[in-house]
């Protein structure tokens, strides 16, 4: 948890109905020819779900590759918790789209 302040990119994605905000800080390092996730830190505004998903998606994410954790879905982080109540399912979108701005955001700083 916290800022990580040697990020390779940082990730953002709120709800503009809750006013939930979430950054997503990842360090990027090669290995076997893949970029993998070397390091991965959150900052959450926002509900207890918000910040539960956050933190999953870190201990998802780490050691994957680009792809692999590109391809991590709000499906995938609320079974990693073991469900989420219907409710607060909205809640994981965050992590995983937060997610996908960070490594967006790494791809075109690479550019
Ligand atoms: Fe806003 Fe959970 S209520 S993300």
């Not at 070397?38 to 933190?55: E, K, L, N, P, R």
């Not at 992590?95 to 700083?109: G, S, T, V």
């Amino acid at each position: 948890m916290g800022e990580m302040k040697d990020a390779d990119a940082v990730g953002e994605y709120g709800n503009p109905i809750c006013g939930d905000l979430m950054h997503i800080y990842i360090k990027v390092k090669e290995m076997n020819g893949q970029k993998i996730i070397d390091d991965i830190s959150f900052q959450t505004f926002g509900c207890a779900a918000a910040i539960a998903t956050s933190s999953m998606i870190t201990e998802i994410a780490k050691g994957k590759t680009l792809d692999e954790a590109s391809n991590i879905t709000r499906d995938d982080v609320a079974k990693s918790l073991d469900g989420l109540p219907p409710i607060k399912l909205h809640c994981s979108n965050l992590a995983a789209d937060a997610l996908k701005d960070a490594i967006k955001n790494y791809r075109e700083n690479q550019k």
